[in-house]
C-alpha cells in the first residue's frame, strides 16, 4: 500500500459512518445532501479530498476534548490565550455553525464539524482576553450524533460568559437544537427557523427483490438485528422498534429547547420552518435585525455587564479588607478559571419567564432593565411574593378589625337604643299621662317607621349585602328607623 492510499484509507473513508444513523435537519437539505451522495463517484472524490487535506484544508486528526485539555489552555493564556479563531477588537468570539453538521468535518464540503466547534467554544470560554462569545449559524441542521455533546459545551460556556446567538439565513433541527442555548437569539428577516424533530429513514426493497426474483434471508440472533436489510421485509415489530428509538432521541431534542428557551416546547416540533417574524412570536428567537445591529446590541450589553463588574470587585476588595483574616484564609488555595470571576451574565426573557412564572410584566421588565442574573430575579420575585403575602394579611387583618368594631358599635347602638324604649314606655305610664290616648299614634308611627327600616335592608341585601352588613348600614344611616324598629320588638 503506497503512502498516497495509506492517507486516504486512514482520512478520506475514516469517518464515513458518521453520514448513518438519525438526523436532526431539514428534510430539503437532507433530501439534497441524499441526492449528492446517492451520485457521487467515490474514487475521484477521494482523490480530491486527499488534495484538500494534503493542502491543510481540512485537519486529518481527531481533536481532543478532555478536562486535561481545558486545564492546559487556562495555563496557555499567559502565552496569548487558547482561542485561536475571530476576534473581534471589541473582545467578541465569532464562532461559526456553517452547513449540515456531523461530528467531524464532511469531506463533501467545508460544514463545521462539531467537534472543531467544541474545541472553539470551550477555548473562548475561558480565554480571558475573550469578553463575549456571539455563535454565527447557518445551517440546516445535521447528524443527531454529536448534537448534544455540542448544545452542552454552549451551556457550560454560557455559564462563564455572555454567550449570543444569531441566525444567518437558516437555524434549523441541530443547528437550533446548539444555537438555542445562547442567552439571546437573533436573526435577519429572512432567516427560517425551527425544523424541529428528528427523522430517520429505512427503506423496504422486498417487493422490488421478489419483482427481479430475487428473496434475501437475513440470519441473525435477534427478530431486530439485521433489520432493514436490502431486499428483507421490514416487519411491523421492527417498525415500532425504529419509531421508538426515534422518539426518545426525540425526546432529548424536545427538553433541550424548552429549558433553554423556557417554555413547553413540545407543541412546536412539527417539523415546519417559521420565517423570522413568525419564529419571534412563537418565542423560538428574540430579536429580528442585521447581524450588525445585533452585534451592536451584544457589545453593549457586555459594557454594562463590565460596569456592574468592576463595580462588584470594588464592593468585593472592601469587604475582603474588612474580613478576619481566617475568612480570607479560607479562600486561598481556590484556582478559578482566569477571566471568570465575578462574571454576572444577566438572564434571558426566556429565563426570567421560565424562573419567576406569574410575575408581571412590570416586574419583568424591571429585572430586563437592570440587567439582573437569574439568581437575582429569582430573589427579587420571591422577595416580591413575601411583600405582596405581608400586604395581604395586614389588609386582611385590617378589615376582621374593622368588621369587630363596626358589630361591637352596633352592639352597643342596640342596647342604648333598648334602653331608650324602656323609658319612654315607663314615661308613657306615669300618672298624668293619657297612655290610652298616646297608645294608638304611638303604635301606627313605630309600625310604619319598621317597614321604612325593613325596607332599607332589604334593597341593601339585593344590592349584594349579606344580611349582617345591610343591618348595620341601615342602622348607620336612619338610626331614627332603625331605634323605631327596635321599639316595635
Given at each position: 500500500?503506497?503512502?498516497?492510499?495509506?492517507?486516504?484509507?486512514?482520512?478520506?473513508?475514516?469517518?464515513?459512518?458518521?453520514?448513518?444513523?438519525?438526523?436532526?435537519?431539514?428534510?430539503?437539505?437532507?433530501?439534497?445532501?441524499?441526492?449528492?451522495?446517492?451520485?457521487?463517484?467515490?474514487?475521484?472524490?477521494?482523490?480530491?479530498?486527499?488534495?484538500?487535506?494534503?493542502?491543510?484544508?481540512?485537519?486529518?486528526?481527531?481533536?481532543?476534548?478532555?478536562?486535561?485539555?481545558?486545564?492546559?489552555?487556562?495555563?496557555?493564556?499567559?502565552?496569548?490565550?487558547?482561542?485561536?479563531?475571530q476576534?473581534?477588537?471589541?473582545?467578541?468570539?465569532?464562532?461559526?455553525?456553517?452547513?449540515?453538521?456531523?461530528?467531524?468535518?464532511?469531506?463533501?464540503?467545508?460544514?463545521?464539524?462539531?467537534v472543531?466547534?467544541?474545541?472553539?467554544?470551550?477555548?473562548?470560554?475561558?480565554?480571558?482576553?475573550?469578553?463575549?462569545?456571539?455563535?454565527?449559524?447557518?445551517?440546516?441542521?445535521?447528524?443527531?450524533?454529536?448534537?448534544?455533546?455540542?448544545?452542552?459545551?454552549?451551556?457550560?460556556?454560557?455559564?462563564?460568559?455572555?454567550?449570543?446567538?444569531?441566525?444567518?439565513?437558516m437555524?434549523?433541527?441541530?443547528?437550533?437544537w446548539?444555537?438555542?442555548?445562547?442567552?439571546?437569539?437573533?436573526?435577519?428577516?429572512?432567516?427560517?427557523?425551527?425544523?424541529?424533530?428528528?427523522?430517520?429513514?429505512?427503506?423496504?426493497?422486498?417487493?422490488?427483490?421478489?419483482?427481479?426474483?430475487?428473496?434475501?434471508?437475513?440470519?441473525?440472533?435477534?427478530?431486530?438485528?439485521?433489520?432493514?436489510?436490502?431486499?428483507?421485509?421490514?416487519?411491523?415489530?421492527?417498525?415500532?422498534?425504529?419509531?421508538?428509538?426515534?422518539?426518545?432521541?426525540?425526546?432529548?431534542?424536545?427538553?433541550?429547547v424548552?429549558?433553554?428557551?423556557?417554555?413547553?416546547?413540545?407543541?412546536?416540533?412539527?417539523?415546519?420552518?417559521?420565517?423570522?417574524?413568525?419564529?419571534?412570536?412563537?418565542?423560538?428567537?428574540?430579536?429580528?435585525?442585521?447581524?450588525?445591529?445585533?452585534?451592536?446590541?451584544?457589545?453593549?450589553?457586555?459594557?454594562?455587564?463590565?460596569?456592574r463588574?468592576?463595580?462588584?470587585?470594588?464592593?468585593?476588595?472592601?469587604?475582603?479588607?474588612?474580613?478576619?483574616?481566617?475568612?480570607?484564609?479560607?479562600?486561598?488555595?481556590?484556582?478559578?478559571?482566569e477571566?471568570?470571576?465575578?462574571?454576572?451574565?444577566?438572564?434571558?426573557?426566556?429565563?426570567?419567564?421560565?424562573?419567576?412564572?406569574?410575575?408581571?410584566?412590570?416586574?419583568?421588565?424591571?429585572?430586563?432593565?437592570?440587567?439582573?442574573?437569574?439568581?437575582?430575579?429569582?430573589?427579587?420575585?420571591?422577595?416580591?411574593?413575601?411583600?405582596?403575602?405581608?400586604?395581604?394579611?395586614?389588609?386582611?387583618?385590617?378589615?376582621?378589625?374593622a368588621?369587630?368594631?363596626?358589630?361591637?358599635?352596633?352592639?352597643?347602638?342596640?342596647?342604648?337604643?333598648?334602653?331608650?324604649?324602656?323609658?319612654?314606655?315607663?314615661?308613657?305610664?306615669?300618672?298624668?299621662?293619657?297612655?290610652?290616648?298616646?297608645?294608638?299614634?304611638?303604635?301606627?308611627?313605630?309600625?310604619?317607621?319598621?317597614?321604612?327600616?325593613?325596607?332599607?335592608v332589604?334593597?341593601?341585601k339585593?344590592?349584594?349585602?349579606?344580611?349582617?352588613?345591610?343591618?348595620?348600614?341601615?342602622?348607620?344611616?336612619?338610626?331614627?328607623?332603625?331605634?323605631?324598629?327596635?321599639?316595635?320588638?
Amino acid at each position: 500500500m503506497n503512502q498516497e492510499t495509506e492517507l486516504l484509507g486512514a482520512t478520506g473513508d475514516r469517518y464515513i459512518d458518521s453520514y448513518l444513523g438519525a438526523w436532526c435537519i431539514e428534510p430539503s437539505h437532507g433530501n439534497a445532501l441524499l441526492t449528492i451522495g446517492q451520485s457521487l463517484s467515490l474514487e475521484p472524490h477521494r482523490a480530491q479530498h486527499f488534495v484538500r487535506l494534503n493542502s491543510g484544508m481540512l485537519a486529518p486528526e481527531p481533536i481532543k476534548l478532555s478536562s486535561v485539555e481545558m486545564d492546559a489552555s487556562v495555563n496557555a493564556q499567559s502565552q496569548g490565550g487558547p482561542y485561536s479563531g475571530q476576534l473581534t477588537s471589541d473582545g467578541v468570539a465569532i464562532i461559526r455553525l456553517n452547513g449540515s453538521l456531523m461530528k467531524f468535518q464532511s469531506s463533501m464540503s467545508s460544514s463545521t464539524g462539531t467537534v472543531e466547534f467544541r474545541r472553539a467554544v470551550r477555548a473562548a470560554s475561558v480565554d480571558s482576553r475573550v469578553k463575549g462569545i456571539m455563535l454565527v449559524v447557518e445551517s440546516p441542521g445535521g447528524t443527531v450524533s454529536g448534537t448534544a455533546d455540542a448544545a452542552d459545551d454552549v451551556i457550560l460556556a454560557g455559564s462563564r460568559k455572555p454567550l449570543w446567538t444569531y441566525a444567518e439565513d437558516m437555524i434549523a433541527s441541530a443547528a437550533y437544537w446548539i444555537g438555542s442555548n445562547g442567552q439571546r437569539i437573533g436573526s435577519n428577516r429572512t432567516a427560517l427557523v425551527g425544523s424541529l424533530g428528528t427523522v430517520g429513514v429505512l427503506y423496504d426493497w422486498s417487493a422490488a427483490a421478489e419483482k427481479n426474483g430475487v428473496k434475501a434471508y437475513v440470519f441473525s440472533t435477534g427478530e431486530f438485528k439485521g433489520a432493514g436489510t436490502p431486499g428483507a421485509e421490514i416487519t411491523e415489530k421492527q417498525r415500532e422498534y425504529y419509531q421508538a428509538l426515534i422518539n426518545e432521541t426525540n425526546s432529548h431534542f424536545v427538553d433541550a429547547v424548552s429549558k433553554s428557551r423556557g417554555f413547553d416546547a413540545k407543541h412546536l416540533f412539527d417539523g415546519r420552518v417559521h420565517l423570522a417574524k413568525d419564529a419571534k412570536s412563537l418565542k423560538l428567537i428574540d430579536d429580528v435585525m442585521s447581524i450588525d445591529d445585533f452585534y451592536n446590541q451584544f457589545v453593549s450589553h457586555l459594557s454594562k455587564s463590565n460596569a456592574r463588574t468592576a463595580r462588584a470587585e470594588d464592593t468585593s476588595n472592601i469587604t475582603a479588607e474588612a474580613s478576619p483574616p481566617e475568612t480570607a484564609s479560607m479562600t486561598q488555595g481556590i484556582s478559578m478559571p482566569e477571566g471568570t470571576e465575578n462574571k454576572k451574565i444577566a438572564a434571558s426573557l426566556a429565563e426570567i419567564e421560565a424562573a419567576c412564572q406569574g410575575a408581571s410584566n412590570d416586574f419583568i421588565v424591571a429585572q430586563l432593565k437592570g440587567n439582573a442574573t437569574l439568581d437575582e430575579a429569582k430573589t427579587a420575585y420571591f422577595a416580591s411574593i413575601l411583600a405582596r403575602n405581608a400586604a395581604l394579611e395586614a389588609k386582611v387583618k385590617t378589615l376582621e378589625e374593622a368588621k369587630a368594631e363596626t358589630k361591637a358599635e352596633t352592639k352597643t347602638e342596640t342596647k342604648a337604643e333598648d334602653e331608650k324604649a324602656v323609658e319612654q314606655k315607663a314615661t308613657a305610664k306615669t300618672p298624668g299621662n293619657s297612655a290610652v290616648g298616646n297608645a294608638s299614634d304611638t303604635t301606627i308611627v313605630g309600625v310604619n317607621a319598621a317597614s321604612q327600616f325593613m325596607a332599607i335592608v332589604a334593597e341593601k341585601k339585593k344590592a349584594g349585602m349579606d344580611s349582617f352588613k345591610a343591618l348595620v348600614a341601615a342602622a348607620k344611616e336612619e338610626p331614627e328607623l332603625h331605634a323605631a324598629y327596635i321599639a316595635s320588638k
